[in-house]
């Protein structure tokens, strides 16, 4: 049966919200709340994925980023920004949200300055080069 997705809002997962993420993939949450649209890149190589150990983070740098593209609803949202440490306007944000381009269109993507990104970093097991490309092992 197919269910109608409350929101049509538009987030390009890498990580651990991947279909699969054994503790919080997007594909675990009530399907009349999220709605996977694809796998997809970043639509530019302006990006860079640091291992932090359970979860990863993406910078600014020089290569594609690989993840997924989901529809989510308001509260699949606010669960993400939970998550990834987000909160509209503060300054202590873990994570910042940014809209940026994917091979299926814009979405909204969870990224960390550079500085805090290399503070936490270890070293890369999870992340994989393939050529420019960064994706993460889940």
């Known amino acids: 049966q197919r269910y109608k997705v409350m929101a049509d809002k538009k987030v390009f997962v890498y990580g651990t919200l991947k279909s699969g993420g054994q503790i919080r993939g997007l594909d ?8 996977l649209q694809g796998k997809a890149k970043t639509a530019y190589p302006d990006y860079h994925m640091h291992d932090l150990g359970a979860f990863p983070a993406v910078s600014r740098g020089e290569h594609f980023i690989q993840g997924e593209v989901w529809k989510v609803s308001k509260w699949v949202e606010g669960k993400i920004d939970d998550i990834e440490g987000y909160k509209d306007g503060s300054s202590q944000n873990m994570y910042n949200k940014e809209t940026i381009q994917t091979t299926l269109g814009p979405a909204e993507m969870y990224t960390m300055d550079i500085e805090s990104a290399l503070d936490y970093s270890s070293q890369p097991i999870n992340v994989i080069k393939d050529g420019d490309t960064f994706i993460w092992n889940l």
């Open 28 to 35: 675990s949450f009530p399907v009349d709340h999220r709605e």
